[in-house]
């Protein structure tokens, strides 16, 4: 069974960086596009970023200019590159694989805090 391993979150003063990464395990096929999403509590799941397998890259409004976004097709891993952290950007991120015609796939989620 295939799973999303998320890692690279954790706490970051304000102004600083992180690198959010994220690999499948297992076999995956049908892919046409990676991308990271974020949820505040009582909010709706957002898009951050995402990558289809042309390379083509697509960012929310927010995240332009701070964020990049960027795969590595043989390893089956998507990243995130998050650079000026705002404390507005501390939630939980969440990966997708998305798949043609199938639900997706989506990772457990990890932590991001940017505070002083």
């Known amino acids: 069974q295939v799973q999303l391993v998320e890692s690279g979150g954790g706490l970051v003063q304000p102004g600083g960086s992180l690198r959010l990464s994220c690999a499948a395990s297992?076999?995956?096929?049908?892919?046409?596009?990676m991308g990271w999403y974020r949820q505040a509590p009582g909010k709706q799941r957002e898009l951050v970023a995402a990558?289809?397998?042309?390379?083509?890259?697509n960012y929310a409004d927010s995240v332009k200019g701070r964020f990049t976004i960027s795969r590595d097709n043989a390893k089956n891993t998507v990243y995130l590159q998050m650079n000026s952290l705002k404390p507005e950007d501390t939630t939980v991120y969440y990966c997708?694989?998305?798949?043609?015609?199938?639900?997706?796939?989506w990772g457990q989620g990890t932590q991001v805090t940017v505070s002083s």
């Open positions: 997708n694989f998305g798949r043609v015609g199938v639900p997706p796939f």
């Open positions: 297992g076999s995956i096929f049908n892919i046409y596009a």
């Open positions: 990558i289809t397998n042309g390379g083509s890259t």
